[in-house]
């Protein structure tokens, strides 16, 4: 839809768009690799990682206990607008490591920081923005398709260094369109299908890598909680010398029901039901939350690479008034 999937963008854009990345999946590489990669089981992407910093101690318990719902892709409503998808539009923002994935989240110092890792349950494409950097073109001079087959290449170029360029937090909203536009046209085709796209960090170091998965492949698998469960979350743990901070989850199961069934009634508890409850989603899982991975940083200071350069200044005489 138009609120919680993509946008609606002009058919004259699209039919632009249509020319730029119509047959992307037959490009290749200066070492013939396709700017297509598979994600998922079997594949070198098998997973990616996930950060949100919290400020509430109660809301960090909460995503610990259910970091499918708390960490995953956040649901249309809260979802506000990002370098690839606008605001409504819930999509899954991942990284290649952790440390990628904190870092992206720039948490503040004094906050705490969830971490989780997420497997890829099933087959992804994905389009890799750094192979669009190194598209390459043979042919001929004379062959006058030549011209416009580097024309495109020359673009992509552009386009994927456009794509990743760090973006002032003032100037989001405006320069987030152009990519916000892309990836929602990418984002609908349907040959070759895409379900997101691999992209450099721009808060990381060389070969750090972000991705986005788009809407129809941002689905986290809901934990399996047996019927009744209650989850209760710790932050601290008491010692004879005093409180430490340590962090648990700790799942209850419903107490378990006493007595046989009654006499004379057949039991019927062990047969399939034959409801099942429609799925509101519709999508299917692309994503399962690794329960084991969950880590919690305190951020207690923050690291800047900077280039310095000094202000020199100096005085002159003006010859005249007018300046």
């Not at 989850?249 to 378990?256: D, K, M, Q, R």
Request: some cysteine.
């Amino acid at each position: 839809s138009l609120k919680t999937e993509a946008r609606f963008f002009s058919q004259t854009a699209g039919k632009h768009l249509q020319s730029v990345f119509g047959g992307i999946e037959n490009l290749k590489t200066g070492n013939g690799a396709s700017p297509i990669v598979d994600a998922g089981p079997g594949t070198a992407l098998t997973a990616f990682y996930r950060a949100r910093a919290f400020q509430s101690e109660t809301k960090l318990v909460e995503a610990m206990g259910r970091p499918d719902r708390d960490l995953g892709s956040a649901p249309a409503h809260l979802s506000g607008a990002g370098r690839m998808n606008a605001k409504g539009i819930s999509v899954f923002y991942g990284a290649s490591t952790d440390k990628v994935a904190l870092a992206e989240v720039r948490p503040p110092v004094g906050s705490k920081t969830l971490v989780g890792r997420f497997e890829v349950i099933r087959p992804l494409r994905l389009l890799d923005l750094t192979a669009l950097q190194d598209i390459m073109e043979t042919g001929s001079l004379f062959d006058p398709g030549y011209g416009r087959r580097l024309e495109r290449a020359m673009f992509l170029k552009y386009l994927s260094e456009r794509m990743t360029e760090p973006v002032m937090p003032d100037d989001e909203a405006f320069e987030y369109l152009p990519t916000q536009a892309i990836a929602d046209f990418l984002a609908t085709r349907t040959e070759p299908v895409i379900d997101g796209i691999l992209f450099p960090s721009v808060q990381g170091e060389v070969g750090d890598q972000n991705v986005v998965l788009f809407h129809k492949a941002a689905r986290v698998e809901t934990i399996d909680l047996p019927k009744g469960m209650k989850i209760t979350g710790k932050t601290y743990q008491d010692y004879a010398e005093g409180p430490q901070e340590e962090y648990s989850v700790i799942e209850w199961l419903a107490p378990e029901k006493k007595g046989d069934p009654t006499p004379g009634f057949p039991d019927f508890g062990g047969l399939p039901s034959p409801w099942i409850e429609p799925d509101p989603d519709g999508r299917d899982p692309a994503l399962r939350v690794d329960l084991k991975s969950l880590v919690v940083h305190h951020v207690n200071s923050v690291k800047y690479c900077t280039d310095d350069f000094d202000v020199e200044r100096s005085r002159h005489q003006r010859t005249s008034d007018a300046f």
